[in-house]
């Protein structure tokens, strides 16, 4: 029995095939025992080898085994659409053909997979939920209108004298066993609906796993799903009143009905977006010099330091000190128009303005996320284990909260529709398991970019981090030299515009820092800046920033 195909023998070295496997190199996917690392090594110096402990490999793609020799197949031929080993290659049968590395290929495939994914948990499950409530929505319209024709058949009958009651009787039950069929039919209708939203569902669940195990091998077509399901739509008799006379012919007869299918009766619920992310938004560059358009004073009190800002409009600015009031300030006029005071009397640890003009804000002793409608303050999230340190309103409507645990050891950030967790919308840890966000400080801010990538300013982490709407990190951006005062960077606000960049204001160094979508570094705003706190972009990309210590807010702009 050969010992290295033997279920029963341990792992060999790929080079000497005799030692036990000990180490692994990530770079090239070789198994290696220890002796036979060196040799490696010098064997193509042209990589960048990188040797780790056997247990602590990457996780290794599942090459599929080639069907005419006896190898795996690392490389995928475009004519041929199927894998190929390196004997497969070197045969006339792909000469000539162009190949993909499959690691290649597992990344487009997974990207594919993602993309999908999206797409089932945004567009098409959504859809299929708003198909059936609209199915029920029917139904019940069905016992409403059929009620009413019931009661007017009724009436009609009441009017004439004892010898009609079968009659009426009779017409009665015949409304009753159409209602009857077509609530039947609607019914079957709604049943295939909700089989297919559990189908989705389990599709979903399926696909994360198959993004988590890289196995490229199970694929799966959501196009049957794309295909929405005919709409029925219901028309209901008529009942025309007879006169009395031949009681068969003159008390009224029902008119027929039907309940018949459209092909195309509902449409594909697409994403909620903002007006920005609807359509590519016009380029615009950044201007040679900042401007500054208007300066704000408000009129909190000497002890009272400045933190947030957040837009309402162009004209109109929600901001918070380090007490309870939250105020709203004209930015023509610069007077105070609303305050607000929170309900447990802690200051706002944070605050935004929803898509429908609400002020949420960020209660952090309290562990709530509160909204304000109407000068009235309702809790939209109350946490147990956690404290939330800043929030967002996303593009589509939801929430972002990050938080940070009781214990101040862990930090994550949770995605909520009103006040319910998002299921598998929890960022924490990156694919090494190790945690995302630093959990030294409560001092976060986070926003949702136009490309949908989350965007933290962890003060404890002196970073800005960026991950993608699958949670996966982007980036992590820990400043840019010379600052304009040489200080650390220790990034506060944080807020996007419409071409994705990203700008963090930095305290010390009386600046405002603006990157691209992918963390380069484009330039400093710091025209006449002091401690700049809060930071806050409204739909016409004017910038708003609070200052810690003079209490003002500065309207600059920046793009042209």
């Known amino acids: 029995m050969d010992p290295r195909t033997s279920a029963q023998d341990v792992m060999r070295c790929d080079l000497c095939e005799t030692a036990v496997v000990q180490m692994h190199c990530d770079t090239c996917l070789v198994n290696l025992c220890k002796a036979c690392v060196g040799e490696h090594m010098i064997s193509d110096e ?35 659409d199927s894998p190929v080993c390196i004997s497969c290659i070197a045969s006339d049968q792909h000469k000539g053909h162009a190949f993909l590395k499959m690691l290649q290929l597992l990344d487009e495939r997974k990207n594919k997979i993602m993309k999908d994914l999206i797409e089932l948990n945004e567009t098409i499950y959504p859809t299929y939920q708003d198909i ?28 004439w004298h004892r ?3 079968k009659l009426v009787k009779k017409l009665k039950a015949k409304v009753d066993e159409i209602k009857s069929t077509q609530l039947q039919t609607l019914q079957k209708h709604l049943d295939e609906i909700n089989k297919n939203i559990s189908d989705i569902k389990d ?70 977006k ?50 309870n009031t939250m105020k709203l300030y004209s930015i023509n006029q610069g007077s105070l128009l609303k305050s607000i005071t929170t309900t447990s009397g802690n200051k706002p640890q944070d605050i935004a303005v929803t898509k429908s003009g609400d002020l949420v804000y960020i209660d952090y002793d309290d562990r709530t996320v509160n909204i304000v409608k109407n000068e009235k303050i309702e809790v939209v999230i109350r946490l147990q284990n956690w404290k939330p340190c800043g929030v967002c309103s996303t593009s589509s409507g939801d929430f972002l909260v990050i ?10 950030v949770v995605r909520y529709s009103g006040s319910t967790e998002k299921q598998k919308q929890s960022i924490q840890l990156d694919d090494k398991g190790n945690s995302l966000y630093s959990s030294d400080s409560y001092i976060r801010y986070i926003k949702e970019n136009k490309n949908l990538d989350t965007c933290v300013s962890d003060n404890g982490a ?24 040489n200080e650390p960077f220790y990034p506060r606000g944080i807020s996007t515009d419409s071409q994705s960049h990203i700008l963090t204001a930095d305290l010390f160094n009386d600046c405002v820092h603006i990157i691209d979508q992918d963390g380069q570094f484009l330039r400093y705003i710091d025209c006449g800046l002091s401690r700049p706190y809060g930071l806050c972009i409204y739909t016409n990309d004017n910038l708003f920033v609070a200052q810690w210590v003079n209490k003002q807010v500065k309207k600059f702009k920046y793009l042209k």
């Open 132 to 159: 059936a409530s609209d199915v029920q929505s029917r139904m019940s319209q069905l016992e409403k209108e059929y009620g009413d024709l019931s009661t007017a058949i009724t009436k009609h009958g009441e009017d």
């Open 46 to 80: 042209s990589k960048k080898h990188e040797i780790v402990k056997f247990k602590l490999r990457k996780t290794t793609p599942q090459y599929p085994g080639c069907t005419f020799h006896r190898e795996r197949c690392e490389m995928y031929c475009k004519q041929c």
């Open 403 to 412: 938080m940070i645990r009781n214990d101040d050891k862990q930090t994550k």
């Open 203 to 272: 599709e979903i669940d399926s696909n994360n796993v198959i993004v988590n195990e890289n196995d490229i091998s199970k694929l799966f077509n959501i196009n049957r799903y794309r295909d929405l399901p005919e709409k029925y739509v219901p028309s209901l008799p008529k009942f025309t009143p007879g006169r009395i006379g031949e009681l068969c012919k003159l008390f009224g007869v029902l008119s027929a009905s039907s309940l018949s299918s459209v092909k195309h009766g509902y449409t594909m619920k697409t994403t909620q």
């Open 274 to 323: 903002s007006p920005e992310a609807g359509s590519s938004p016009p380029v615009k560059r950044l201007l040679d010099e900042p401007e500054t358009v208007t300066t704000i004073d408000t009129d909190y009190s000497r002890n009272v330091h400045l933190y947030n800002v957040a837009c309402l409009s162009d004209e109109e600015i929600w901001t918070n000190g380090n007490d």
């Open 163 to 165: 010898e009609i009651d």
């Open 462 to 485: 002196t970073a800005v981090v960026v991950v993608n709407q699958a949670g996966k990190l982007r980036f992590r951006y820990t400043g840019h030299t010379p600052a304009p005062k």
